[in-house]
């Protein structure tokens, strides 16, 4: 009955919410769906507009072409457009309809290119990051960091390291230089558990992020493949797209041209871990000892 209405039916597990479905929303198409995430590129397009809402609303809505209530009386109307709340726009202006669960792109702060692609991350002082900063806003999700369309298809850190920030930033993939450091505002690295949003940065050359606070799981999967993750609100806000930068591991010590911003040092065991280049290097190496 389903198939003959039109329907795919897929397996169980990570498909359209992560973009890993027979295909991707078209630019500026609408989706409606029952998953749990409608941040920016979610399912692979970051210019179509994701509205989320329960499995009896989206069914309905399947039906009359608009989001619409299971009892059968139309609420609202999907846009043509992607509703996006830009910067400096408030809710509701310039439109006199309620958009349900409006995306809301992440600023973006783009740096100067380099012209450097070569990348070793295991020849690098880990105890000092150098480089120059890559600065974004609040909120960078793992699909900014690293595509979720690509998450079956891609299986090599050189292989992933090649799309690194790609929904976020296109030019930081081809430029990023080893030991350059990533800033982001708060809550960097939400979204999903995916570790291929560390791994593409570290296979980068990344030598440390600093944010002003980190999504749980994304931490802990930095700290697991042996890149700094630092917390220091205030190197965030002092740091400028382009500045020379060096992080010193040791003395919990930002370098800026701002100036010298401390943050808590790692402890004894984060550090042997990031020493060895993460925790299954560290447990290889305890075992041996």
């Known amino acids: 009955?389903?198939?003959?209405?039109?329907?795919?039916?897929?397996?169980?597990?990570?498909?359209?919410?992560?973009?890993?479905?027979?295909?991707?929303?078209?630019?500026?198409?609408?989706?409606?769906?029952?998953?749990?995430?409608?941040?920016?590129?979610?399912?692979?397009?970051?210019?179509a507009s994701i509205y989320l809402a329960a499995p009896a609303v989206v069914a309905a809505s399947a039906i009359a072409g608009s989001i619409a209530s299971p009892g059968g009386s139309r609420t609202h109307s999907l846009p043509t457009q992607p509703a996006m709340l830009m910067k400096g726009q408030q809710p509701g202006a310039n439109s006199s309809k309620k958009h349900i669960a409006a995306l809301v792109p992440v600023e973006n702060i783009l740096t100067e290119g380099y012209s450097s692609n070569s990348v070793n991350p295991d020849i690098r002082d880990e105890s000092l990051a150098g480089g120059k900063v890559w600065k974004y806003g609040h909120n960078v999700n793992t699909d900014q960091i690293f595509p979720g369309k690509y998450t079956y298809t891609l299986t090599t850190p050189e292989e992933i390291a090649a799309h690194a920030m790609e929904d976020l930033d296109p030019l930081f993939a081809g430029s990023v230089r080893p030991g350059d450091v990533v800033f982001g505002g708060n809550n960097f690295g939400c979204g999903s558990s995916r570790e291929q949003a560390v791994t593409c940065l570290k296979y980068r050359g990344v030598g440390a992020l600093v944010a002003g606070s980190f999504a749980r799981i994304f931490f802990r999967n930095a700290i697991n493949q042996g890149v700094a993750a630092i917390i220091c609100p205030e190197a965030v806000a002092a740091a400028r797209p382009g500045d020379p930068v060096q992080v010193d591991l040791v003395n919990g010590l930002i370098h800026l041209p701002a100036g010298d911003f401390a943050f808590p040092a790692f402890p004894p065991n984060v550090r042997a871990i990031l020493e060895a280049g993460g925790l299954v290097a560290y447990t290889k190496k305890a075992r041996t000892m």
């Open 1 to 47: 009955m389903f198939i003959e209405a039109g329907a795919t039916i897929g397996v169980p597990g990570c498909g359209p919410c992560m973009g890993n479905h027979l295909g991707i929303p078209a630019a500026g198409e609408v989706v409606i769906s029952s998953a749990n995430r409608n941040f920016k590129g979610r399912m692979g397009q970051p210019d």
